[in-house]
Nanobody, 125 residues
């Protein structure tokens, strides 16, 4: 059984920071691809950041480059999304996702088959 549990969402003012956490529980080997996605009601889910847990390679959406950082703990059981200089357009439900993918970690949401329940991030101006 695999579970992904996000935490750390909340309501902040523009310019402030938040760090999201995703605790991954699995009875198999650690996933080699982990990602953070976000979705606004009525819109498609979009990739925010992806990390290759083995090599550490990362992907960031253009809209968050320089502001968001994805990272993992040494045990590869928790993935973080550090978000700084938040803006109202960052308001969304944020989801953690996991998959086994080779040779690289994709940023398309349909490539991920394990998802958390989501955590809401609201940024007010």
């Amino acid at each position: 059984q695999v579970t992904l549990v996000e935490s750390g969402g909340g309501s902040v003012q523009a310019g402030e920071s938040l760090t999201l956490s995703c605790l991954v529980s699995t009875y198999t080997r650690p996933f080699n691809c982990m990602g953070w996605f976000r979705q606004i009601l009525g819109k498609e889910r979009e990739a925010v950041a992806v990390i290759s847990t083995g090599g550490g390679a990362t992907y960031y959406a253009d809209s968050v480059k320089g502001r968001f950082t994805i990272s993992q703990d040494n045990a590869k059981t928790t993935v973080y999304l550090q978000m700084s200089n938040l803006a109202p357009e960052d308001t969304a439900m944020y989801y953690c996702a996991a998959a086994f993918m080779y040779p690289r970690c994709a940023e398309m949401s349909d490539a991920y088959n394990y998802w958390g329940q989501g955590t809401q991030v609201t940024v007010s101006s």
